[in-house]
């Protein structure tokens, strides 16, 4: 982990390029808060430059398991394999420092690689670019930027530690809607020119559809993925009449997205 | 851009001594009218005071008195900012201890240090001892319990985002938990200054151990009132440069992000 890992990084990209192996393999996961189960049997795997999207009713664990992935919590049982060399997240609540300035923000997980000064400016440099981050507002404060301003610093954070992974926990839940596909289209754009493989949770299954090459789906109660669908075409190239095909399509047609929709709002987390 | 920056909050923090100024000023008035209505005796005003004070500190004399009560105060502030601090952090992380010493504080912040100076006299009599473990205890709870909060009302999700990034649990301690933690025990590290000064001068007034307490016993037995108010006059000069030379300026570079939430109106 670190800088000194990205000299290796082109011949080290290019071999893993060739046959996409997976980026991220979950076997048998199981979690529980407090004795209660909240995952059982989740087994879900990831091809590298491959974006899943994980959806299903609000509390049925998603985010659990996302967490779980992404190693900020340790699975009861059952194993996570994660074959990528870095991953960054991008949370629902930006959850950005409110004493450091955005890009204070940015370069905070350069902290913990060992990385040069100047090496540090153009990696912080580059990552905000890319979230299309105006240079005038990097010197701002996290209370001085509007919502969709910080979600950007936050996914321009994810982008400085050069991920080939990338964890979305309902990243664009609170935007509004013109904002929310601006961020997509964002999420797309460097999905493919980055090339790093996603996990992307949500629970708009129009989102989930446009960002994503395959499309999980979870039980309400947590006990596994029901099952898969692949979406058609590339992320970006869909229209919105396709998009909208798509969806109404899974929804009307589709058994397995019956229950998405399904929120108990008191048993949610 | 980051000098002119710089050069701008200096000079806006100069800029509010003015209104600290007319502050005091208007104080003065006050004092000035009540000693016109009251007399010299009862209360000399307040040019008068002035003139005693630095005619006090020409005094090399007075210097040495007030060392002596810098140095306890001092000395047992040090001593309970560690003990609270590194208390507290300890505690902190550890719900089971919130509860078992929270009692244990309420009661100490209910004894009132009157109680304890007495105590202090019988165990250590008329020495430094007296002074140091009365300021000791008057400090001690309030920098322990902020220390505490502090670590209670830590962001969890902010650790979480940390720890995704790769952090272990010292680089986290560092980055995120001392820098919230701070915001915490730094305003209680100011409180706990000022009550270590006011307690070690009463400390020293009651036990009979020389210093500004000292001073002021004297001016009492001797009906000097200029001399006794004089001395609280040098008392607060020096907590006032404590806390606008030191406190409020490293306060200020901690709560920046604060005042940018605010983009007009007054400044503070």
Redesign the interface.
């Known amino acids: 982990m670190g800088c000194e890992t990205v000299t290796t990084m082109p011949e080290e990209r290019s071999r893993r390029a060739e046959p996409p192996g997976p980026a991220l393999v979950l076997k048998d996961v199981a979690h529980a808060y407090l004795g209660r189960t909240v995952l059982e049997y989740v087994t879900l795997s990831v091809w590298s430059g491959e974006v899943v999207a994980l959806v299903g009713p609000s509390g049925c664990g998603k985010s659990t398991l996302l967490h779980i992935a992404a190693d900020i919590v340790e699975p009861l049982r059952g194993s996570v394999e994660r074959h990528y060399r870095r991953h960054g997240v991008v949370f629902q609540d930006p959850r950005l420092l409110p004493w450091a300035t955005a890009r204070d923000n940015i370069r905070y997980p350069l902290r913990f690689h060992r990385c040069s000064r100047s090496e540090r400016r153009a990696r912080t440099e580059s990552a905000a670019a890319r979230a299309e981050l105006l240079p005038e507002d990097l010197d701002k404060y996290p209370v001085e930027l509007s919502g969709g301003m910080r979600q950007r610093t936050a996914i321009a954070r994810a982008l400085t530690v050069e991920p080939d992974f990338i964890y979305f926990d309902e990243p664009f839940t609170g935007l509004d809607v013109a904002l929310k596909r601006r961020m997509q289209d964002l999420v797309i754009e460097s999905a493919r020119s980055v090339r790093f493989a996603a996990l992307f949770v949500t629970h708009d299954l129009m989102e989930a559809a446009r960002v994503a090459h395959r499309i999980a789906v979870m039980d309400t109660d947590g006990r596994g993925i029901r099952g898969e669908r692949v979406v058609p075409g590339e992320p970006g190239e869909r229209s919105d009449a396709d998009l909208f095909k798509i969806v109404s399509g899974f929804l009307n047609d589709d058994p397995l997205f019956r229950h998405v929709h399904d929120v108990d709002e008191r048993r949610a987390i | 851009m980051y000098v002119l920056d710089r050069l701008g909050r200096i000079g806006r923090f100069v800029w509010s001594g003015w209104a600290g100024l007319a502050g005091l000023s208007l104080f003065a008035a006050i004092w000035q009218a009540g000693h016109e209505h009251y007399g010299s005796f009862i209360l000399p005003a307040p040019l008068e005071t002035l003139r005693t004070a630095l005619d006090q500190l020409a005094d090399p004399l007075s210097w040495e008195v007030a060392g002596i009560t810098v140095l306890r105060a001092v000395e047992g502030f040090g001593l309970s900012a560690l003990v609270g601090a590194i208390g507290g952090l300890l505690v902190g992380y550890s719900p089971a201890a919130i509860r078992l010493t929270r009692p244990v504080v309420t009661v100490l912040l209910g004894v009132p240090p009157i109680a304890w100076i007495v105590l202090a006299m019988i165990w250590f009599g008329s020495t430094d001892g007296t002074i140091v473990t009365t300021v000791v205890v008057a400090t001690v709870p309030l920098i322990f319990v902020a220390a505490v909060e502090g670590v209670a009302t830590r962001d969890r999700?902010?650790d979480?985002?940390?720890?995704?990034?790769?952090?272990?649990p010292v680089?986290r301690f560092w980055?995120?938990g001392m820098?919230h933690i701070a915001?915490y025990l730094f305003p209680s590290l100011t409180v706990g200054l000022g009550t270590a000064f006011k307690v070690a001068v009463m400390a020293e007034l009651l036990a009979n151990t020389g210093g500004i307490g000292g001073a002021l016993a004297m001016a009492r037995t001797n009906l000097d009132v200029p001399q006794a108010l004089a001395w609280v006059l040098i008392a607060v000069a020096a907590l006032i440069c404590v806390e606008y030379g030191f406190v409020q300026p490293v306060r200020a570079e901690?709560e920046?992000?604060?005042d940018?939430?605010r983009?007009w109106g007054v400044k503070r």
């Open positions: 999700g902010l979480d985002m940390a720890r995704a990034f790769g952090a272990g680089a980055s995120l820098r915001a901690l920046r992000w604060r940018a939430a983009p």
